[in-house]
T-cell receptor
């Protein structure tokens, strides 16, 4: 089991550019979560999907952020246009259908820097 | 609004002593509380959990206490070891999602 795979590990981009973060959940997991880590707010839930359907996107900061899950093995988080305040570490996590407390598995994160 | 709060950004403890990490929450509807541990350049990993109907759960050196009337939980690590140095996140479950606090960076000095 390769775990949750995120790419890229690091991304540096200029303000105004489009950024796309990618996530491959663990095979068989049917829920996928996007979190953002900042010093002020810790791990902040942006959006989560259940069976590829967005369930709660109330944490998405603004319209510049969008997320998709076209199939069970792939999700993207897009920021367009990016701003310096979007700089953070973005984590993806997935869980199996049983809603096990122990099943929340996180990827290693994407460190985004917007200059 | 932050529903789960960790008010101490950092904690430094001597090896062998007790580490106590604290967490406060505002929502009475949370059914489970969890602690996650995070090393640099890695994702958070599950450490220990407690149901909202319990007041204590123990797993080896780690014990979590829940005080529902005060909406407060704490993680005790005894004895602390240098390998415990990491960022600890408190989380609460609501429906299908986990809501995390800001994290506390624990440093255990030899």
């Amino acid at each position: 089991d390769a775990g949750v795979i995120q790419s890229p590990r690091h991304e540096v981009t200029e303000m105004g550019q489009e950024v796309t973060l990618r996530c491959k959940p663990i095979s068989g997991h049917n829920s996928l979560f996007w979190y953002r880590q900042t010093m002020m707010r810790g791990l902040e839930l942006l959006i989560y999907f259940n069976n590829n359907v967005p369930i709660d996107d109330s944490g998405m900061p603004e319209d510049r952020f969008s997320a998709k899950m076209p199939n069970a093995s792939f999700s993207t988080l897009k920021i367009q246009p990016s701003e310096p305040r979007d700089s953070a570490v973005y984590f993806c996590a997935s869980t199996p259908p049983a809603r096990s407390l122990y099943g929340y598995t996180f990827g290693s994160g994407t460190r985004l820097t917007v200059v | 609004d932050q529903q789960v709060k960790q008010n101490s950004p950092s904690l430094s403890v001597q090896e062998g002593r007790i580490s106590i990490l604290n967490c406060d929450y505002t929502n009475s509807m949370f059914d489970y509380f969890l602690w996650y541990k995070k090393y640099p350049a890695e994702g958070p990993t599950f450490l220990i959990s407690i149901s909202s109907i319990k007041d204590k759960n123990e797993d080896g050196r780690f014990t979590v206490f829940l005080n529902k009337s005060a909406k407060h939980l704490s993680l005790h690590i005894v004895p602390s070891q240098p390998g415990d140095s990491a960022v600890y996140f408190c989380a609460a479950r609501q429906g299908g999602k986990l809501i995390f606090g800001q994290g506390t960076e624990l440093s255990v000095k030899p």
